[in-house]
C-alpha cells in the first residue's frame, strides 16, 4: 500500500505557473504507474497526465498539452506536475493517484487507479 499527499496548490493569476508535488510513502512509488486529476465543482474527475513507472512513457489530456509537465523523481519517492500559462478553466481540486497493477504504459482512467491523496486546491484568477 501506498500513501500519497499533494502539495503546492494556491491562488494564481491566469498567465502564472504553479509546480505540483505528490509524495509517496509506504512501498515505493516506482512500482507504481502515477497520474494526476482534476475535479472542478459540479464536475466528473477528470484526467490531466500520467507517467509510467519509470518516467519514459507520459501522456497528457489535451486540454493541457504544452501548458503542463508531469515527471518524476523516484529517489525521492514524488511526483511533479509542472504548470504554465495557467487558465481560469483549469481552477479545480487537483488530486495525485497511484496505479499498482504495473501496466507496462500509465493509463487515462480515473478507474485505474487504486490509491488516491486528498487533493490539493488550485484556482486561477482571470
Known amino acids: 500500500q501506498v500513501q500519497l499527499e499533494e502539495s503546492g496548490g494556491g491562488l494564481v493569476q491566469a498567465g502564472g505557473s504553479l509546480r505540483l508535488s505528490c509524495a509517496a510513502s509506504g512501498r515505493t512509488s516506482s512500482r507504481y504507474n502515477m497520474g494526476w486529476f482534476r475535479q472542478a465543482p459540479g464536475t466528473e474527475r477528470e484526467f490531466v497526465a500520467a507517467i509510467s513507472r519509470s518516467g519514459g512513457t507520459t501522456y497528457s489530456a489535451d486540454s493541457v498539452k504544452g501548458r503542463f509537465t508531469i515527471s518524476r523523481d523516484n529517489a525521492k519517492n514524488t511526483v511533479y506536475l509542472q504548470m504554465v500559462s495557467l487558465k481560469p478553466e483549469d481552477t479545480a481540486v487537483y488530486y495525485c493517484?497511484?496505479?499498482?497493477?504495473?501496466?507496462?504504459?500509465?493509463?487515462?482512467?480515473?478507474?485505474?487507479?487504486?490509491?488516491w491523496g486528498q487533493g490539493t486546491q488550485v484556482t486561477v484568477s482571470s
Open positions: 493517484a497511484a496505479d499498482s497493477k504495473g501496466w507496462r504504459v500509465p493509463r487515462v482512467s480515473r478507474y485505474e487507479y487504486d490509491y
